[in-house]
T-cell receptor, first 116, second 112 residues
Framework: GAVVSQHPSRVICKSGTSVKIECRSL??????MFWYRQFPKQSLMLMAT?????????EQGVEKDKFLINHASLTLSTLTVTSAHPEDSSFYIC????????????FGEGSRLTVL | GDSVTQMEGPVTLSEEAFLTINCTYT??????LFWYVQYPGEGLQLLLK?????DKGSNKGFEATYRKETTSFHLEKGSVQVSDSAVYFC???????????FGKGTRLSVIA
């Protein structure tokens, strides 16, 4: 099946620094990618929808200036957590839908961010 | 808006026991329904799906039937294994362009 790769899988950073997480669709083109955040023992919360070549659409309550999303190509979307704080520590998961829009989403392996 | 409700866990079963994880949904129109599995420390993997009423999705011994009359998509497996220990998420997609809406997840622990 289709593969979505996320990098890094784990990152530890100091408070106040910025962290970039990459999401790549390896064998298909993704016009739309979604970024989710998962809190411990909770479900996935949609943060934003990323469309290639246009601005991301953020869900209510998600700070777009803090969580910068760029979808520069059909195979790459990035999430940058700016000026990270300990409360930003979480598991971030991206997903991608291929251009045929079959309805199935392919998920990355997730990136665990720990802010000290 | 659209929502998914699944039974809360954790669920602990002995190996070879029968598994049912309930899932009901609220949506306008005719959504596609999914079960995803998340093994410890990993991302989500699609387990099975159904795109219309009365469809049955199946994979790795797991089954779920799309029941429009009861707005349900319960996950079942006849004989669980220790390797099935994971968190299971029920989800729906209202249309091809919308993101998935997830239930809260049900943690399953299977003991030998």
């Amino acid at each position: 099946g289709a593969v979505v790769s996320q990098h890094p899988s784990r990152v530890i950073c100091k408070s106040g620094t910025s962290v970039k997480i990459e999401c790549r669709s390896l064998d298909f083109q993704a016009t739309t990618m979604f970024w989710y955040r998962q809190f411990p023992k909770q479900s996935l919360m949609l943060m934003a929808t990323s469309n290639e070549g246009s601005k991301a659409t953020y869900e209510q309550g998600v700070e777009k200036d803090k969580f910068l999303i760029n979808h520069a190509s059909l195979t790459l979307s990035t999430l940058t957590v700016t000026s990270a704080h300990p409360e930003d520590s979480s598991f971030y998961i991206c997903s991608a839908r291929d251009r045929t829009n079959t309805g199935e989403l392919f998920f990355g392996e997730g990136s665990r961010l720990t802010v000290l | 808006g659209d929502s998914v409700t699944q039974m809360e866990g954790p669920v602990t079963l002995s190996e070879e026991a029968f598994l049912t994880i309930n899932c009901t949904y609220t949506a306008t129109g005719y959504p596609s329904l999914f079960w995803y599995v998340q093994y410890p420390g990993e991302g989500l993997q699609l387990l099975l799906k159904a795109t219309k009423a009365d469809d049955k999705g199946s994979n790795k011994g797991f089954e779920a039937t799309y029941r429009k009359e009861t707005t349900s998509f319960h996950l079942e497996k006849g004989s669980v294994q220790v390797s099935d220990s994971a968190v299971y998420f029920c989800a729906l997609s209202a249309s091809g362009n919308t993101p998935l809406v997830f239930g809260k997840g049900t943690r399953l622990s299977v003991i030998a």
